[in-house]
């Protein structure tokens, strides 16, 4: 990289760095890697000469200081109305996401900013109450023809038309388009980007989600197939450690073929998995597990549904929060109907929102981008005192 030389009191050639920085990336990145150079941003920003900040670490910041981001506080993972402060929230997923995809990016001299900022943003279109949630109001969206509710395509949602008041922050393609296609719920073994997407596709990709579940996404660069897959690895076992925590299962419960593959330990399981990710996708054009790691994982998995995500001893308040979620849905929307300006969702959402934002979204989306963006506090506290679940004693 090239070096400077100042002379006392002058100030550094900021931009100068910055294209120092982006012509280093040549030289020690993966010829598969996304450069910082080629980030694409839908509306073109001039590049100031005092921002050093290269494309992809610019979204980094635009989403660690975005109101979503703020809200993964008090957003469960998978345990909610459990008084543990050890459980695991939303937000600690998020940073494990991020802390395991940059690890793996960095053995394969991918783009660790681009790896973080898809990290970082990848859950912050999840409903309160974690994937339940998202399936109570998945079926209330279908059932007012906007199409059903996917976190994924509401965390582009989020950060690209709610966010700064309905303008976004203009994230680059990349960044978006690897958050529209995580997904730790698939099993992969392998994964090979898909290139060449542009606005557009990512415009197609969503809606083909939005109306047909059955829709495909693969991530257009190797950075979001890192995350993607980073995503099952950060929560397979602290998924695990927060049920034993929790005495819904023992440690001697996971499958013996399981525990001699993968560990019966979350770091060890972390370990075994990185390793492995690492080992099989050095210096090719995909990111893959082993076949027996892979079989292992699939395993786990299953046994994790059954066990832990699954298991009725943490779903006695299901039915009540259902009726909780279409109560909040068809009031907020009578709301929009009758004009009720007192309303909540026009004092604190809608408030100062941009006359764009409300031009082009339907009343049913509207209510849905309120609901979607509420913690587990928030939402409660818009409940009937008498209908609020009490906290679960395990």
Same mark, same amino acid.
């Given at each position: 990289?090239?070096?400077?030389?100042?002379?006392?009191?002058?100030?550094?050639?900021?931009?100068?760095?910055?294209?120092?920085?982006?012509?280093?990336?040549?030289?020690?990145?993966?010829?598969?890697?996304?450069?910082?150079?080629?980030?694409?941003?839908?509306?073109?920003?001039?590049?100031?000469?005092?921002?050093?900040?290269?494309? /992809?670490?610019?979204?980094?910041?635009?989403?660690?200081?975005?109101?979503?981001?703020?809200?993964?506080?008090?957003?469960?993972?998978?345990f909610?109305?459990?008084?543990?402060?050890?459980?695991?929230?939303? @937000?600690?997923?998020?940073?494990?996401?991020?802390?395991? +995809?940059?690890?793996?990016?960095? /053995?394969?001299?991918?783009?660790?900013?681009?790896?973080?900022?898809?990290?970082?943003?990848?859950?912050?279109?999840?409903?309160?109450?974690?994937?339940?949630?998202?399936?109570?109001?998945?079926?209330?969206?279908?059932?007012?023809?906007?199409?059903?509710?996917?976190?994924? @395509?509401?965390?582009?949602?989020?950060?690209d038309?709610?966010?700064?008041?309905?303008?976004?922050?203009?994230?680059?393609?990349?960044?978006?388009?690897?958050?529209?296609?995580?997904?730790?719920?698939?099993?992969?073994?392998?994964?090979?980007?898909?290139?060449?997407?542009?606005?557009?596709?990512?415009?197609?990709?969503?809606y083909?989600?939005? /109306?047909?579940?059955?829709?495909?996404l693969?991530?257009?660069?190797l950075?979001?197939?890192?995350?993607?897959?980073?995503?099952?690895?950060? %929560?397979?076992?602290?998924?695990?450690?927060? +049920?034993?925590?929790?005495?819904?299962?023992?440690?001697?419960?996971?499958?013996?073929?399981?525990?001699?593959?993968?560990?019966?330990?979350?770091?060890?399981?972390? %370990?075994?998995?990185?390793?492995?990710?690492? #080992?099989?996708?050095?210096?090719?054009?995909y @990111?893959?597990?082993?076949?027996?790691?892979?079989?292992?994982?699939?395993?786990?998995?299953?046994?994790?549904?059954?066990?832990?995500?699954?298991?009725?001893?943490?779903?006695?308040?299901?039915k009540?929060?259902?009726?909780? /979620?279409?109560? #909040?849905?068809?009031? %907020?929307?009578?709301?929009?109907?009758?004009?009720?300006?007192?309303?909540?969702?026009?004092?604190s959402?809608?408030?100062?929102?941009?006359?764009?934002?409300?031009?082009?979204?339907?009343?049913?989306?509207?209510?849905?981008?309120?609901?979607?963006?509420?913690?587990?506090?928030?939402?409660?506290?818009?409940?009937?005192?008498?209908? #609020?679940?009490?906290?679960?004693?395990?």
């Amino acid at each position: 990289m090239k070096k400077f030389n100042f002379e006392k009191g002058d100030g550094p050639p900021l931009a100068e760095i910055r294209t120092a920085l982006d012509e280093r990336e040549t030289g020690f990145m993966a010829n598969a890697a996304t450069p910082s150079r080629l980030g694409v941003r839908r509306r073109p920003e001039k590049q100031l000469a005092s921002d050093y900040r290269q494309a /992809f670490s610019l979204d980094v910041d635009r989403i660690l200081h975005s109101l979503a981001y703020t809200r993964y506080i008090d957003k469960t993972q998978v345990f909610y109305l459990i008084r543990n402060d050890h459980i695991t929230h939303r @937000v600690l997923h998020v940073q494990l996401v991020s802390k395991i +995809a940059r690890t793996i990016g960095r /053995f394969l001299l991918l783009n660790e900013d681009l790896i973080e900022a898809i990290a970082l943003g990848h859950d912050i279109g999840h409903t309160p109450f974690g994937h339940d949630g998202e399936k109570f109001l998945s079926h209330l969206c279908r059932a007012h023809g906007i199409g059903s509710f996917h976190h994924n @395509v509401q965390s582009v949602q989020f950060l690209d038309r709610v966010e700064k008041k309905g303008t976004g922050w203009n994230l680059c393609l990349q960044t978006l388009d690897g958050i529209l296609c995580h997904d730790g719920e698939v099993h992969d073994r392998r994964l090979t980007p898909d290139p060449g997407k542009t606005f557009e596709t990512l415009k197609r990709d969503i809606y083909e989600k939005t /109306f047909n579940e059955n829709t495909v996404l693969i991530p257009m660069t190797l950075e979001g197939c890192v995350v993607r897959m980073a995503d099952t690895i950060a %929560y397979i076992g602290r998924d695990l450690e927060d +049920a034993i925590r929790l005495n819904l299962l023992k440690r001697n419960d996971i499958p013996k073929a399981v525990g001699d593959t993968l560990g019966n330990t979350n770091g060890t399981i972390v %370990y075994t998995l990185v390793t492995d990710v690492i #080992r099989n996708s050095y210096q090719t054009p995909y @990111v893959a597990f082993s076949e027996n790691v892979s079989n292992a994982l699939r395993r786990l998995k299953a046994f994790n549904l059954e066990r832990i995500y699954m298991n009725p001893v943490i779903k006695k308040y299901l039915k009540q929060i259902e009726t909780l /979620f279409e109560m #909040r849905f068809h009031q %907020y929307l009578a709301d929009i109907e009758a004009d009720n300006r007192e309303s909540v969702i026009f004092t604190s959402f809608l408030a100062d929102m941009s006359h764009d934002y409300i031009q082009e979204h339907p009343k049913e989306a509207i209510v849905r981008d309120f609901i979607a963006g509420m913690t587990d506090r928030y939402f409660l506290s818009q409940c009937p005192a008498h209908m #609020r679940p009490k906290a679960l004693e395990i």
